[in-house]
């Protein structure tokens, strides 16, 4: 009998085989696709990423994320500066992290007025909707952990040398606000989910798991003559639609 880790390793070629045949037919036929990772800090963004994109195109592949903005590009308009990120035609691009950091981080730790927070809320569907009404299709996934795995991932960032550069200010507080993110969170899919780009949720305490099931959901997502969805249903108690109505299958 395999053991979980040789499933694992089993498991992600075979995934990463058909990310690559998917992301050859997206470059054959010059489609564009965008992909946002959202969730509390440690939720496990990096680590997904990086086994998605591990044997894609490093020349139609780009990963986005950016950092505190510049005293100008406060003054623009606020999805300026994400606008230049967004994928030209054969690419695939992922935010690790996107515009809804003023959703998130920005509410919590007042990092925008109300009324700037308002104005974006409002904004972001009809945004999305005119990205998707230009032939970008656009896939939001948010990366649901609880709060005690968060406070030993945080632990084990802190205390690793090779991971510390990930440790921030802001991490240092991220339990202490928990209940803000909760609601902040809350408000946020609640308010942004919408047909053209709906929001999907992925349990991630266990990485593995995490890592198998989002990437199967993303290929069963994306349309690939190559690929026949069916091989690649993924657990629907890890990964699944948001529903308002299914809130307490969050954490809080």
């Known amino acids: 009998m395999k053991t979980e880790n040789e499933f694992y390793k089993q498991e992600l070629r075979r995934l990463q085989i058909a990310l690559v045949q998917l992301h050859r037919y997206l470059i054959a036929e010059g489609r564009r696709l965008l992909v946002i990772f959202e969730g509390r800090d440690a939720a496990g963004k990096d680590g997904v990423i990086k086994r998605i994109v591990e044997h894609l195109s490093p020349r139609e592949t780009r990963v986005v994320a950016l950092g505190k903005p510049s005293d100008s590009e406060l003054t623009q308009w606020y999805f300026q500066r994400y606008c230049a990120h967004l994928p030209a035609g054969g690419e695939f691009v992922l935010f690790n992290r996107s515009w809804y950091n003023r959703a998130g981080v920005e509410r919590v730790m007042g990092f925008c007025s109300d009324h700037e927070y308002q104005l974006f809320m409002e904004s972001v569907v009809p945004f999305e909707q005119l990205l998707v009404a230009s032939d970008i299709q656009v896939v939001k996934y948010y990366l649901d952990i609880s709060r005690d795995e968060q406070q030993a991932r945080l632990k084990a960032r802190a205390s690793d040398p090779l991971t510390q550069w990930k440790v921030s200010s802001v991490d240092e507080v991220a339990l202490a606000h928990w209940s803000a993110y909760t609601d902040a969170r809350d408000a946020m899919l609640t308010r942004t989910h919408h047909a053209q780009a709906p929001w999907v949720v992925v349990h991630t305490d266990h990485k593995h798991e995490a890592h198998i099931h989002l990437i ?9 003559p190559a ?3 069916e091989q690649f249903a ?4 890890i ?3 948001y529903d ?3 809130q307490h299958l969050l954490a809080h």
Request: neutral net charge; contains cysteine.
């Open 216 to 224: 199967r959901d993303l290929l069963q997502r994306i349309h690939c």
């Open 227 to 229: 690929i026949q969805p």
């Open 234 to 237: 993924p657990d629907r108690a």
């Open 239 to 241: 990964v699944f639609d």
């Open 244 to 246: 308002p109505a299914h």
